[in-house]
């Protein structure tokens, strides 16, 4: 019999709304069984709605399972818990730090608490049952749980001690506070490591792999959701389980204006010991990949149906010690002059080569070793591959911990067999020095330049949109057509690190604010577009705004829409949503920036149709009546004239530069 769940994020302390936005959700798509809190059900100090919910004033609508999470509990929720009650409240069950626990419908539940993860912490023999800290106790005593039992256990003794109609082994639910540190690995939707590495525990990846739940819910922080693609487990090379992975965002997150909450919720159906297995499952993060061992060489006598019974030749010879072996004469070792043994077998050959003078290692940037001898050179990145020298930085994603060859960005979508007769492999990398928007390239076209900032800086593109010199009719001086560029090399917005891309946003948005104060100072609003598109080539994130005549303001997004039906190209219907999807789980999108402040939004899915880059410009050109100066190419211009473009343009704009 199916069973309808509620998992829901962290509440922290604001039991009051969480219980009437559970009750609406449960009138509206019910009935649920219970309700599974992930996270902290407590916030950091104790309010009037824990009180309430303690002397009974206060129930939840449903049957409510709550966890360990961050925060301490209450004392009086200690006082309880140590008395060995466990359900705290009227329908509100705590599961412990460690805990299996089956429902009345069958489903049976594990717990892993503890919302901090320290190295030192994790592994104290401390045992309080209560710390916000993830534990080793807390862990092996999960683990050595007589239903995570293996498979040659009796199988009715643990059915008959638990309750439930199991015949499988492994937990329909597991529920922890942080995310395992596998769990982004070989998944193209995955939050960059960067921004959740601070809610990660890896001890929670041996709990995975020794559960295999069927739905793995956890809170995190910052709160996000992500819904991870599923992926099987093995047994005698067929799967026999699936496991969902579903980070849930924070209820009890204070609102931010204009920002919309992550999604705090999620709703499904499970049935007791049954499982239906995905048709295209993702592969597991968390099964390392073992090479197939050679079948050893069969020697025997085989009959041959043409010729009779035919002895097959003898096996090869096995290879000897090579270290038993004399050197001919003559052969003297070139460390120790013996005559009895070769170079590579001295004994008294040092065990690391001399290093040179002035040497410096290019991955540790010691001095004492060379490269190939540096202690860090087997270190692992976080996808398991080889981890990059100080300074790397993948194009793909933008992360630090991982080679472009190892990116899960870089390989989604690749197939698994290369053309005939050709091995393919990442595009090769976009270089500073060939960069078109690096200040660091030395080729740049720098006299393009109109004002730089701490974090981005605006320049004119090569061969803008509208025509200037003699043939000019942009109203804006030097044409007006302008790129926002941030200064550091970013393949897109999303793949900025989060703590590094509130100042490059805010910097962006002052620019944007400038050039609109600007362009209508001469009759026309802007049109800002953007092409947000992850490639293992890598490229240089960027804004394009084109300034349009206040006449033809309103006939922008009909002309998008037109020209988006005729190439297959259509626009989300809630772009905003579909905006914080796409950015989340880094899918590539394409932008427009109205002139009224609202958006549209293309999403670039994978499988579709290619993209073509100059869309948004070929739009903007054929409305404004430039259909000839759609490639860039075309409008080409003497260095000297664009010297002249940017000069008016800078004049213009230097009273509007956020930057002075």
Same mark, same amino acid.
């Given at each position: 019999?199916?069973?309808?769940?509620?998992?829901?994020?962290?509440?922290?302390?604001?039991?009051?709304?969480?219980?009437?936005?559970?009750?609406?959700?449960?009138?509206?798509?019910?009935?649920?069984?219970?309700?599974?809190?992930?996270?902290?059900?407590?916030?950091?100090?104790?309010?009037?709605?824990?009180?309430?919910?303690?002397?009974?004033?206060?129930?939840?609508?449903?049957?409510?399972?709550?966890?360990?999470?961050?925060?301490?509990?209450?004392?009086?929720?200690?006082?309880?818990?140590?008395?060995?009650?466990?359900?705290?409240?009227?329908?509100?069950?705590?599961?412990?730090?460690?805990?299996?626990?089956?429902?009345?419908?069958?489903?049976?539940?594990?717990?892993?608490g503890g919302g901090k993860y320290d190295a030192t912490a994790f592994k104290t023999t401390d045992k309080q049952e209560y710390t916000p800290y993830i534990t080793s106790s807390a862990v092996d005593a999960l683990l050595s749980h007589p239903t995570l039992a293996s498979a040659d256990a009796n199988s009715q003794t643990l059915t008959e001690a638990n309750g439930a109609q199991h015949t499988d082994v492994g937990l329909d639910i597991l529920v922890t506070h942080l995310w395992p540190i596998s769990?982004?690995?070989?998944?193209?939707?995955?939050?960059?490591?960067?921004?959740?590495?601070?809610?990660?525990?890896?001890?929670?990846?041996?709990?995975?792999?020794?559960?295999?739940?069927?739905?793995?819910?956890?809170?995190?922080?910052?709160?996000?959701?992500?819904?991870?693609?599923?992926?099987?487990?093995?047994?005698?090379?067929?799967?026999?389980?699936?496991?969902?992975?579903?980070?849930?965002?924070?209820?009890?997150?204070?609102?931010?204006?204009?920002?919309?909450?992550?999604?705090?919720?999620?709703?499904?159906?499970?049935?007791?010991?049954?499982?239906?297995?995905?048709?295209?499952?993702?592969?597991?993060?968390?099964?390392?990949?073992?090479?197939?061992?050679?079948?050893?060489?069969?020697?025997?006598?085989?009959?041959?149906?043409?010729?009779?019974?035919?002895?097959?030749?003898?096996?090869?010879?096995?290879?000897?010690?090579?270290?038993?072996?004399?050197?001919?004469?003559?052969?003297?070792?070139?460390?120790?002059?013996?005559?009895?043994?070769?170079?590579?077998?001295?004994?008294?050959?040092?065990?690391?080569?001399?290093?040179?003078?002035?040497?410096?290692?290019?991955?540790?940037?010691?001095?004492?070793?060379?490269?190939?001898?540096?202690?860090?050179?087997?270190?692992?990145?976080?996808?398991?591959?080889?981890?990059?020298?100080?300074?790397?930085v993948c194009r793909a994603c933008g992360s630090t911990e991982h080679l472009v060859d190892d990116c899960p960005v870089a390989n989604a979508g690749r197939t698994e067999r290369p053309p005939q007769g050709r091995r393919r492999g990442p595009p090769r990398e976009i270089?500073?020095?060939?960069?078109?928007?690096?200040?660091?390239?030395?080729?740049?076209?720098?006299?393009?330049?109109?004002?730089?900032?701490?974090?981005?800086?605006?320049?004119?593109?090569?061969?803008?949109?509208?025509?200037?010199?003699?043939?000019?009719?942009?109203?804006?001086?030097?044409?007006?057509?302008?790129?926002? &560029?941030?200064?550091?090399?970013?393949?897109?917005?999303?793949?900025?690190?989060?703590?590094?891309?509130?100042?490059?946003?805010?910097?962006?948005?002052?620019?944007?604010?400038?050039?609109?104060?600007?362009?209508?100072?001469?009759?026309?609003?802007? &049109?800002?577009?953007?092409?947000?598109?992850?490639?293992?080539?890598?490229?240089?994130?960027?804004?394009?705004?084109?300034?349009?005549?206040?006449?033809?303001?309103?006939? &922008?997004?009909?002309?998008?829409?037109?020209?988006?039906?005729?190439?297959?190209?259509?626009?989300?219907?809630?772009?905003?949503?579909?905006?914080?999807?796409?950015?989340?789980?880094?899918?590539?999108?394409?932008?427009?920036?109205?002139?009224?402040?609202?958006?549209?939004?293309?999403?670039?899915?994978?499988?579709?149709?290619?993209?073509?880059?100059?869309?948004?410009?070929?739009?903007?050109?054929?409305?404004?009546?430039?259909?000839?100066?759609?490639?860039?190419?075309?409008?080409?211009?003497?260095?000297?004239?664009?010297?002249?473009?940017?000069?008016?343009?800078?004049?213009?704009?230097?009273?509007?530069?956020?930057?002075?």
């Amino acid at each position: 019999m199916s069973v309808k769940v509620l998992a829901v994020g962290s509440p922290q302390g604001a039991l009051k709304d969480l219980f009437a936005r559970v009750k609406a959700i449960d009138d509206k798509h019910g009935k649920f069984a219970f309700v599974l809190c992930v996270g902290d059900f407590f916030g950091p100090a104790e309010n009037d709605d824990i009180a309430a919910l303690l002397d009974g004033s206060l129930e939840p609508p449903l049957p409510l399972y709550i966890m360990q999470g961050a925060h301490a509990f209450p004392p009086a929720v200690i006082d309880k818990l140590s008395a060995g009650q466990q359900e705290i409240a009227r329908n509100v069950t705590v599961l412990g730090k460690s805990a299996v626990v089956a429902t009345p419908q069958g489903i049976r539940i594990g717990s892993c608490g503890g919302g901090k993860y320290d190295a030192t912490a994790f592994k104290t023999t401390d045992k309080q049952e209560y710390t916000p800290y993830i534990t080793s106790s807390a862990v092996d005593a999960l683990l050595s749980h007589p239903t995570l039992a293996s498979a040659d256990a009796n199988s009715q003794t643990l059915t008959e001690a638990n309750g439930a109609q199991h015949t499988d082994v492994g937990l329909d639910i597991l529920v922890t506070h942080l995310w395992p540190i596998s769990i982004s690995q070989h998944s193209p939707t995955a939050p960059a490591l960067a921004e959740y590495i601070g809610n990660t525990a890896p001890p929670l990846d041996e709990v995975v792999r020794r559960t295999k739940p069927r739905y793995h819910f956890a809170a995190s922080n910052p709160s996000r959701f992500w819904e991870r693609e599923a992926f099987v487990w093995e047994e005698a090379g067929s799967a026999t389980r699936a496991t969902r992975f579903i980070g849930l965002g924070s209820f009890g997150e204070p609102e931010q204006p204009g920002v919309k909450k992550p999604r705090w919720f999620y709703a499904f159906s499970i049935a007791s010991g049954t499982q239906t297995l995905p048709p295209k499952p993702a592969r597991n993060p968390f099964v390392a990949t073992q090479p197939t061992a050679k079948r050893p060489l069969e020697v025997e006598p085989t009959e041959n149906f043409i010729w009779g019974n035919v002895a097959q030749p003898p096996p090869k010879r096995a290879k000897t010690d090579k270290t038993d072996r004399r050197p001919p004469a003559g052969y003297k070792c070139r460390i120790c002059s013996s005559e009895e043994h070769y170079l590579k077998d001295c004994p008294d050959k040092p065990e690391k080569a001399p290093v040179p003078e002035g040497y410096v290692c290019n991955r540790c940037k010691g001095t004492d070793h060379l490269i190939r001898d540096c202690p860090k050179r087997f270190e692992t990145g976080d996808t398991g591959g080889k981890k990059p020298r100080e300074g790397y930085v993948c194009r793909a994603c933008g992360s630090t911990e991982h080679l472009v060859d190892d990116c899960p960005v870089a390989n989604a979508g690749r197939t698994e067999r290369p053309p005939q007769g050709r091995r393919r492999g990442p595009p090769r990398e976009i270089a500073p020095d060939e960069c078109w928007f690096c200040l660091s390239n030395p080729r740049v076209t720098k006299h393009l330049i109109v004002s730089i900032g701490s974090e981005c800086y605006l320049t004119l593109p090569k061969g803008q949109i509208p025509p200037t010199g003699s043939h000019g009719s942009s109203s804006v001086p030097g044409g007006g057509h302008v790129l926002i &560029v941030p200064i550091s090399h970013y393949p897109t917005m999303a793949s900025v690190p989060s703590d590094l891309a509130l100042p490059i946003v805010a910097e962006i948005e002052k620019y944007k604010s400038a050039l609109r104060s600007l362009y209508a100072a001469h009759g026309a609003v802007p &049109v800002i577009f953007e092409v947000s598109r992850l490639s293992g080539k890598g490229g240089h994130t960027h804004v394009q705004v084109v300034p349009v005549p206040n006449a033809l303001a309103d006939k &922008v997004e009909d002309m998008f829409k037109t020209e988006g039906e005729r190439m297959g190209i259509f626009f989300e219907e809630s772009p905003s949503e579909a905006l914080e999807s796409a950015r989340s789980s880094q899918e590539n999108y394409f932008r427009v920036d109205l002139p009224d402040g609202r958006m549209m939004l293309h999403l670039l899915r994978q499988g579709s149709a290619p993209f073509n880059l100059q869309f948004g410009r070929g739009v903007l050109a054929t409305l404004l009546g430039w259909p000839e100066r759609v490639d860039w190419k075309a409008c080409s211009q003497t260095e000297e004239e664009e010297r002249a473009d940017a000069q008016a343009f800078k004049k213009a704009f230097t009273s509007f530069d956020p930057m002075r």
